[in-house]
């Protein structure tokens, strides 16, 4: 029988390495940085292979050591077992299957050369192999006739492991398309306080033309006011009994850490989206129709009141889209990007709106899969802000009930910074 407990800790090794791993990729994929969520996830997992790799080194070099004394026995064993195996020290022999008398032998290897005799098994002294001798087929006739009985793996059900191949099916990912497009949740460690409010300038100075020499310049005020942020927790909790921690391969406590990390990163990011669409105030520009004309139009007359409404005046560097929007507008841009050809195309997405000498079909549109039908908005990223402090993995054992209660959660605090950066865009209604 194997080592169950190096079998356990050698899969879980090779689980958080193919995890990790496949985090990198998708992170490399997206060609971002990693969020606050996937960098803590990462620590953590880290830490528990460095907890794992010398425990891994102990047990096999227990086992090497096992092995090797087992071998030892074996040797020493081998010659005594297979002696009493046919007849013992008193001459009394072990009887062959069918009552019949005894037949002694000298010894073990007496045995073992009247066995071989029988069966044909022998070789002359010119080589030549020996037929079967017909004294010793009647004295091993017992042995001979015994029946082989085949064991096949119906008879040994208790020893066969249930495999589970592959990744387990159904597995969340963690993804935030909304966040990412805005360059990830910032960090709120050191934040005190339940709410906090993010600076703004809600009146610039004056700058204008002098009227005459020694007349006074222009003069206004600055005043500073502030965007309110509410830190929300988010979390979700499990209690898990200690056997399936230790019993399922691949180990029951990964798959669920991983899975509450996904669904709080995916529950964050629908929230922070939903908040961001409800609070864009520009617009809305309608598309007068699903063509790529009526499409351009209405999204540079979003774009311009973008650029009109903030402050310093910037052109938008986003579009998001909600599924059906994407699915509706993407073809017609696309096709036409493709049809005029690699020099249009090349121009298309090197440059875009926020260039000030682009394309605004060149800015990179984001899909919000989270968005109601029919959202879409064309703004800048730095119109909206999240905060975000991953706490993690929290645990308490139950000794009473065997068992772990695990949480998983954190605080995360948004608002619009600049509504009016965000301009609607409302699309046109299709009939399938």
């Known amino acids: 029988m194997g080592n169950k407990v190096l079998e356990r800790m050698v899969t879980e090794r090779d689980q958080i390495e193919a995890q990790v791993k496949e985090m990198l990729a998708a992170i490399e994929a997206d060609e971002r940085d990693p969020s606050d969520a996937e960098r803590a996830l990462i620590a953590r997992q880290k830490a528990r292979r460095e907890e794992l790799e010398p425990q891994i080194v102990e047990l096999v070099e227990w086992e090497e050591q096992t092995n090797a004394s087992r071998d030892v026995h074996a040797i020493l064993n081998r010659a005594t077992r297979v002696t009493v195996d046919v007849i013992d020290g008193d001459g009394n022999g072990q009887r062959p299957p069918g009552g019949t008398p005894p037949v002694l032998h000298r010894s073990a290897g007496a045995f073992i050369v009247d066995y ?18 017909p004294l010793a087929i009647e004295r091993m006739g017992p042995w001979l006739q015994r029946a082989i009985e085949n064991q096949t793996t119906a008879d040994t059900p208790g020893l066969l492991p249930e495999p589970i191949i592959g990744d387990v099916l159904g597995q969340k990912a963690l993804v935030q398309p909304f966040l990412t497009s805005i360059g990830g949740a910032r960090s ?4 005190p306080g339940k709410t906090f409010s993010r600076p703004k300038i809600t009146q610039h100075t004056l700058v204008g033309l002098q009227t005459a020499e020694k007349t006074e310049l222009p003069s206004r005020k600055m005043i500073i006011g502030g965007v309110p942020f509410t830190k929300v927790t988010k979390g979700g909790v499990v209690d898990i009994s200690r056997q399936d921690i230790d019993w399922t391969v691949p180990s029951a ?3 669920l850490l991983r899975d509450l990390a996904a669904v709080y990163g995916e529950e964050v990011e629908e929230e922070v989206a939903a908040d961001a669409a409800a609070k864009a105030s520009g617009g809305p520009v309608a598309v007068t129709a699903n063509t790529l004309e009526a499409w351009a139009a209405a999204l540079y007359e979003g774009a311009a009141l ?11 560097n986003r579009i998001w889209m909600s599924l059906d929007v994407w699915a509706q507008a993407g073809p017609i841009i696309d096709v036409a990007v493709i049809q005029a050809g690699a020099q249009v195309g090349e121009l298309l997405s090197t440059q875009g709106a926020s260039s000030f000498a682009g394309n605004v079909f060149a800015l990179p549109r984001f ?11 064309i703004g800048v990223d730095s119109a909206y802000e999240a905060y975000e402090e991953v706490v993690g993995v929290l645990s308490a054992v139950e000794p009473a009930l065997f068992g772990v209660q695990v949480a998983y959660g954190g605080y995360v605090a948004f608002n619009a910074v600049e509504p009016e950066g965000m301009c609607k865009i409302t699309p046109p209604v299709v009939t399938p």
């Open 116 to 133: 071989l005799r029988a069966r044909g098994g022998m070789r002359s002294y010119d080589g030549r192999e020996a037929p079967p001798d």
């Open 188 to 191: 709120m460690g050191g934040i």
């Open 367 to 377: 899909v919000v899969p989270s968005w109601p039908d029919g959202t879409c908005v």
């Open 253 to 255: 406590w990964d798959i």
């Open 306 to 316: 973008v650029y009109a409404a903030t402050t310093p005046k910037r052109l938008p």
